[in-house]
């Protein structure tokens, strides 16, 4: 806690001048302060996650001045509307667009930022912080009826000279009425690096547009990684997204979705690989709070010798949720003697006229299979990754971009690399 | 119309009257309120029991000073004044207890006739051999005689603490210790009596063995313990039902159940729960913490956990099963049916340790009126469970607008060979489904019912047969009152 | 047997059926024909008592035991009772309640309501088993859960083994012909004509002609906008698989 108490008060230095941001950054560590960060012991939303992990003592400010060497920095990528950003700041883009305005918190009207931010309750310590310590929010916005023609990228990288550090970004996107529009997350970041990233992202999508959102997640495997993500979705919009992770050794992903717009719809799936030394934890959280909408989610992950995946999944379907269809699956491979995979598929329903169904499967490769890989001649390791390869791309969605699938399948082939010898 | 038609079928599940709801006129020799060592001495002194008893209740007493009522189930209910119950009712009665069933106080006799428990010749026509406990004392056990001869031992707790002292002391406390959690930890220091049961090697128990507990006095809990134990190849088919008078405050029933498997020995325990559950304001009712685990301690052992649970204003339960043994099978079927204000927060922990053991779970859950259904359950596989294999399924059903059923399933995987599958749905209690009923000449009531036990028979099919005519028509009762 | 007269009847707001005439008299068979969205499936719905179909004036006259009995009033399980039938377009799945416990449920309820003796379950069982193969249904379809999984022709098939073990007085059977093949339709008709008899009536509701080659009519209607605007014999049934609607309305 001293450490985090260290990096509000050097982000404050930075910041301060602002006196609306000096009150707000204030306001929110207080929160922070009350609420501390998450006990596994008392919350069983971390019974198997232990954050401290991420915060560790020696976790270091980083200055707005600690920037990565730019002359090494990536290049921008023509295939998208590419967006860098780096320790969470925009440092770079390639593309300037009638109906797609890309700003940062200090040059955005403070007011605007502030009400988008109220619209979402802080659920604990860690969200606390992270809007405590955002100084430099990036906002990404779609104006009405705009079709934007190929994927927009929010490409997040990290680097600088301190031995570890806390990355935070946060991250506002609106996508506006009848509006349509991709978006990719690449997530990078050195091998060796030990900081923790900390994301926010808050996604309102208006009446009728529809969102397709990717992210790839491939950091450095000694890095910790947090994400949390809260989407609302007004009337008849549609949201599609596909998350891939196989990076960092400790991650958590908090994903909350709020249908509040009738005839909503929104489908999420994901595809994980954990290895040993990993631990990877996926919450998610679907609030039906109004009539026939549709959710639709899938998780696949595959844990291998020594990693250890977690899932929690929490339907809501309140009271006036009449004609919702909500199901939500998790489906675990085991592969190795010491992985664990701990799931609980959840829901809570307190309207009667609904179509609802959840699950989990949590299994290894049948033996039958392989063995039939083996009489026809391929190798062992060279069959599992195949059926990995079969059990992962399940999950994959088929509307998406084909840009955003070869990205997808490219990243997914990365990943299953490292099951053969 | 639809939303019509859901009023009218959840009028249906409203509360009818309570049909156990009398109480028992008899004396009875009651303590003070509270709870102190003073009390636990006092009730060890009555009971004339051995030291080895009193120091285990002591020191669960000592452990529960110091823990705190847990929160977190998905239960509302105002806090218990553990210091406002009565902790020992019994009948008062000659101090060594009916020598057979002709001693009993006829007005208890009375009360078990009416419950439709056959005692003594009428068990031995119902060819069930019964132990009956009335608020916290066995009143004595009926074909004692007959399975003795099997070397069967089939009595009320008390009676084993003083005839097998050692089989008492080698079991007692070894599936749900005091230190398990806090109701356990209660029990242990106030349990008044509840049944023991011990199969032999290689027994199969002719009979099934029934125990039937009854709250009757006002202010008192009840906490009785039952220990069942299957030697090596012996087998048993245990039935336990459970009603209480209707009073308008809440009573505490906080009992704890251990079952032992040895190796290829198999317990069946069946449960039909039908204690008061409070009025249709929620007012009243019994609030029903019970700890029930059964341990597959040899190979190849089989535990079978089935549960109809209709009644209790809060239910808080959840029977598991510690599959240790190699090859050992844990079962769970269980049906709870809420209405009115009842809150059920029930499930199974299935804990894999054993190479090659298998888990199942059937639940069924329905809620109707304002009431709260909850599943919650643990599927663990540690590393040893070689080739374990789980299998669970959880199904909801909403009856009306303002009910609501919650699912938290915990899985919880340590072994890759294991092989795990957990499904849930939910439906409703369809008005197109009823129309289609009626159209056909059934009633309302009929067409509900039968809708009812359609959903439930994967646990129906479990229950002995005595007992699932019994289930079902507890429903058909719950149901009762639609016409008219 | 059965006298409409001015029946009006909505669905919500909407008005479906518009003053609707018909008499259905011991051992006819009526056809009711019309283009879709004309009410021919609300008067099935009406007569049969669904809650969400409110008659809003006419009569519905029904014979029972020689009287005429006003039966807008009833529940639906009473004029089931009274051995009014309606096959389902539809039918509704019911998973969990198997097809012959239903069905003796079902049988039960009408045998106490008419004082005759209830049925058994092992008499019942050889009793439906009878009927399966009279109407060439499949002896399978009774152990299986009510409708579930069953193929649209299935269902039809199931609705009519009900007919037979429930033999009532007057059949309603709502496009019991659509989503059949040739082979299924020749069965439902045959099985009908084999329930057929001078003391029931049934009435058709149909969209298409050739139901009525394996089922004879001795009355075809047109059903539009709510009314019945042209009544005939079987040979306008062929006249509008011919010409359509069109010259009618």
Sequence with gaps: MES?????????????????????????????????????????DWKYTNINRAFPEDLSYLGL?????????????????????????????????????????????????????????????????????????????????????????????????????????????????????????????????????????FISIDDNASLNHVKIQNTG???????????????????????????????????????????????????????????????????????????????????????????????FIRKNAVGTDASQMNKNLLLGDQAEVDTKPQMEIDADDVKCGHGATVGGIDPDQIFYLLSRGVPKDRAIMMLARGFLRDATLDSLDPLLKERINEELEHGLAAYVQ | MEIEMMTESSEVLKRRDYKYGFVTDVETEDFPEGLSEDIINHLSDIKNEPDFIREYRLKAFRYWQTLEEPEWAQLNYPKIDFQALRYYSAPKQNTDGPKSMDEVDPEILETFKRLGIPLGEQARLAGVAVDAVFDSVSLGTSHQEELEELGIIFCSFSEAVEKHPELVKKYLGKVVPYKDNFYAALNAAVFSDGSFCYIPKNVKCPLDLSTYFRINSAGTGQFERTLVIADEGASVSYLEGCTAPQRDENQL???????????????????????????????????????????????????????????????????????????????????????????????????????????????????????????????????????????????????????????????????????????????????????????????????????????CKDVFKELPLEFSVEAVKLLEMKLEGSVG | MLNISGLKAKVGDIDVLKGLDLSVSAGEIHAIMGPNGSGK?????????????????????????????????????????????????????????????????????????????????????????????????????????????????????????????????????????????????????????????????????????????????????????????????????????????????
């Excluded at chain 1, 950054?25 to 596994?40: D, I, M, T, V, Y």
């Excluded at chain 1, 009738?262 to 290895?275: I, L, P, Q």
């Design chain 1, 4 to 44: 985090l108490k260290k990096i509000y008060e050097g982000n404050r230095r930075e910041f301060g001048n602002i006196a609306r941001l000096k009150n707000f950054s204030a306001e929110k560590f207080q929160e922070f302060e009350a609420l501390g960060l998450p006990n596994r012991f008392k919350n069983d």
């Design chain 1, 65 to 201: 001045s600690d920037t990565p060497d730019t002359a090494n920095a990536p290049e921008l990528d023509s295939r998208y509307y590419d967006i860098h950003i780096a320790n969470g700041v925009i440092t770079n883009l390639n593309f300037k667009l009638d109906g797609v305005s890309v700003g940062h918190g200090l040059s955005e009207s403070w007011d605007s930022i502030e009400q988008s931010l109220s619209r979402y309750k802080i659920k604990n310590g860690v969200e606390a912080l992270s809007q405590a310590i955002a100084g430099n929010i990036v906002t990404l916005k779609v104006d009405p009826a705009t079709i934007v023609d190929k994927p927009i990228r929010l490409f997040f990288y990290h680097g600088h000279q301190l031995e570890k550090s806390l990355v935070n970004s946060l991250v506002l996107i609106e996508v506006g009425r009848n509006a349509e529009v991709s978006i990719l997350e690449d997530h990078i970041g050195p091998v060796e690096s030990k900081d923790t990233l900390n994301h926010s992202f």
């Design chain 1, 221 to 315: 495997s000694q890095t910790s990684f947090i994400d949390h993500s809260k989407i609302t979705l007004n009337r008849h919009s549609r949201y599609k997204a596909y998350n891939l992770a196989r990076g960092s050794h400790f991650a958590r992903y908090e994903l909350s979705m709020l249908l509040q717009g009738e005839g909503s719809e929104a489908t999420f799936n994901a595809a994980y690989t954990t290895v040993e030394g990993q631990h990877l934890d996926h919450h998610t959280i679907v609030d039906h709070a109004v009539p026939n909408c549709v959710s639709q989610q899938l998780y696949k992950g595959i844990t291998s010798d020594g990693g250890r995946s977690v899932f929690n999944g929490k339907v």
């Design chain 2, 253 to 455: 029933h906080a009992a704890v159940v251990e079952l032992i498997a040895m190796e290829r020995a198999s317990i069946k325990y069946s449960t039909v729960q039908n204690w008061y559950a409070g009025n249709e304001n929620g007012e009243g009712g019994i609030y029903n913490f019970v700890t029930k685990r059964g341990l597959c301690a040899g190979n190849h052992s089989h535990i079978s956990w089935t549960q109809v649970e209709a009644g209790s204003a809060i239910t808080w339960k959840y029977p598991s099963c510690i599959l240790k043994g190699d090859y050992s099978r844990g079962e769970f079927y269980s049906v709870a049916l809420t209405n009115d204000h009842m809150q059920a927060d029930t499930g199974t922990k299935m804990i894999h340790i054993g190479k090659h053991t298998n888990s199942k779970i059937i639940s069924k859950g329905i809620s109707a009126d304002h009431s709260v259904n909850a599943y919650r359950g643990q599927v663990k596989i540690l590393p040893s469970a070689d080739h374990a294999r789980n299998y669970s399924q959880c199904d909801s059903m909403l009856v009306g607008k303002n009910c609501s059923a919650d699912t938290y399933p915990f899985i919880e995987i340590q072994n890759k060979t294991a092989t795990v599958e957990h499904e849930a749905t939910t439906s409703k209690l369809n008005a197109d489904q009823l129309f289609y009923l009626e159209s056909r000449g059934l009633d309302e009531e009929e067409a509900i019912g039968l809708l009812l036990n359609g959903f």
């Design chain 3, 41 to 249: 499936s609300t008067l099935g719905k009406v007569l049969s008592g669904h809650p969400e179909y409110d008659v809003v004036s006419g009569d519905v006259n029904y014979e029972v035991n020689f009287k005429n009995k006003d039966i807008t009033t009833l529940s639906s399980d009473e004029r089931a009772k009274e051995g009014i039938f309606l096959s389902f377009q539809y039918p509704v799945e019911i998973p969990g309640v198997p097809n012959e416990e239903f069905l003796r449920a079902s049988f039960n309820a009408l045998c106490k309501h008419q004082g005759v003796e209830e049925m058994s379950a092992e008499a019942f069982a050889d009793f439906v088993r009878s009927k399966a193969k009279d109407m060439k249904v499949d002896e399978s379809f009774l152990t299986r859960d009510l409708n579930v999984d069953l193929s649209g022709g299935e269902k039809k098939r199931n609705e009519l083994l009900q007919m037979a073990v429930l033999s009532p007085r007057l059949s309603i059977l709502d496009e019991i012909d659509s989503g059949l093949d040739i082979d299924s339709l020749k069965i439902v008709g045959e099985g009908v004509n084999k329930l057929r008899n001078e003391e029931n009536s049934f009435v058709l509701i149909t969209h298409y002609q050739r139901l009525l080659n394996y089922i004879e009519p001795d009355f075809v209607h047109v059903l539009h906008d709510g009314k019945i605007i042209k009544t005939g014999d079987k040979t306008l049934a062929l006249e509008i698989e011919d010409k359509g609607y069109d010259w009618l309305i």
